[in-house]
């Protein structure tokens, strides 16, 4: 059995800062590809920043220079620290691993519950 959990979510006010974790736990034999997803109220989930296993990343436009992926790879987690946040960044935010689990040595993706990122302004 594989657990992505997420943490870090909250209300921040327009321009404030946040650190989402994600951290998986499981039968893992290795981690592909992490990253996270949002989805806001009406809209479809979309992806927000990924990295891969040697740290490549990659962002949406609408986070870039704003948001930060990374992870550590010792501790199956993955992080986003988001700053200068705006309105329409509130979203429930999801952590997505690519990632092959050590029973069966098949690949999957694997979801957190998600976290709720809420503007307060």
């Known amino acids: 059995q594989v657990q992505l959990v997420e943490s870090g979510g909250g209300l921040v006010q327009a321009g404030g800062s946040l650190r989402l974790s994600c951290a998986a736990s499981?039968?893992?034999?290795?981690?592909?590809?992490m990253g996270w997803y949002r989805q806001a109220p009406g809209k479809q989930r979309e992806l927000v920043a990924a990295i891969t296993s040697g740290g490549s990343t990659s962002y949406a436009d609408s986070v870039k220079g704003r948001f930060t992926i990374s992870r550590d790879n010792a501790k199956n987690t993955v992080y986003l620290q988001m700053n200068s946040l705006k309105p329409e960044d509130t979203a429930v935010y999801y952590c997505?691993?690519?990632?092959?689990?050590?029973?069966?040595?098949?690949?999957?993706?694997?979801w957190g519950q998600g976290t709720q990122v809420t503007d307060s302004s």
């Open positions: 997505n691993a690519d990632l092959r689990v050590a029973t069966n040595m098949r690949r999957n993706d694997y």
């Open positions: 499981g039968s893992i034999f290795s981690i592909n590809a």
